[in-house]
């Protein structure tokens, strides 16, 4: 089995490489390695990969359709697509909107294209965001609530992306699965998210910034837990008898609403220094609250998060220290 990971060299894509590995299968990793955060972070992710002969790479920007559609010569035998590569982040969306439109849009079009030129495509999965719930009040947020709130370019990209992909199910019958991720963290996470730039300035001895005043909440979603996540609905794709079009989209997170006051504690304690806090007012473009309802995945795939902020956060630490400290090897986490 051969399977499309788009975003390869990412945070959730490295991951969920190195997972379909380890079960055995072959993966092309697509990737154009951009500067939004630290392309060294990217590069040591893809080293990890490329050390299994099972992995290909290559580079390229989802939004050159050409290149992406001319994948489907060159790989035809591929039967799965999972994509992940966009341009994320809530608040660089304010100051670089057409990075957004250009990965977010144009290049989720370019994956539907390609996927309608595979003979053998069974499933493909794709990345959505709790950030499409917008300013929704109702908690929590459930896959058959309104989303036409967003708040932020980065959460309309993101519904565009289910909305296109639906239309495409129709027209073409190709099954789609949107996951809508609820803040995802661990070891080899993002630069620009709460974990790592809490970490990197606690122990730095540097202040942190606290939005809202600290009254927030997130529903922090362990990558262990994303990836079994991922795996278990790549493996069950909608059915498409009786007429029905083989689209749906599910929550993915922890179902827990962790006070963010809470979250640093954890991280202080895990890394055993106090943090500096500096409280200022909410974000533009942020949401206060974060809570999935996870029932529909469940259902499904058997979707099951077992790792707490209290178990997942010291493994972050962990993985932070090697990695900007010492030579030591981290491996990639599998899904168990
Ligand atoms: N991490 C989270 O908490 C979270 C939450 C909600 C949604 N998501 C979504 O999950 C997916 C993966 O997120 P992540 O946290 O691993 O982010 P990431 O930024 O680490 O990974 C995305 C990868 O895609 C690549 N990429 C971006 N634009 C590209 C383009 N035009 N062509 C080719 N490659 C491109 C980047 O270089 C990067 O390596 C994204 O779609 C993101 O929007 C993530």
Known sequence: MTTIVTGAAGFIGSHVAAALMARGEDVIGIDNLNHYYDPALKRARLSLLE???????VKLDIADRESIMA??????????IVHLAAQAGVRHSLTAPFAYTESNVTG??????????????QHLVYASSSSVYGANSKLPFAVEDRVDT???????????????SYAYSHL???????????????????????????TEAILAGQPIRVFNNGDMRRDFTYIDDIVSGVLGVLDNPPAAARGEVPARVFNIG?????PLLRFVSVLESAIGRKAQLIFEP???????????????INRCCGFEPRVSIDDGLPRFVSWFRSYHGTDERVPMASAG
């Open 172 to 198: 073409y019958r190709i099954p789609t699965t949107g996951l809508r991720f609820f803040t995802v963290y661990g070891p080899w996470g993002r630069p620009d998210m709460a974990a790592y730039l809490f």
């Open 108 to 121: 989720h079009l370019a994956i539907l294209e390609l996927g309608r030129r595979l003979p053998r495509l």
């Open 254 to 258: 922890n179902h827990r609403a962790e």
């Open 282 to 296: 909410m974000q533009p473009g942020d949401v206060k609250e974060t809570f999935a309802d996870i029932e529909a």
């Open 51 to 57: 050390e299994n002969p099972q992995f290909t790479f």
């Open 150 to 164: 967003p708040v932020s370019l980065y959460a309309a990209t993101k519904r565009a992306g289910e909305l296109i």
């Open 71 to 80: 994948l489907a010569d060159r790989y035809p035998a591929i039967e799965a």
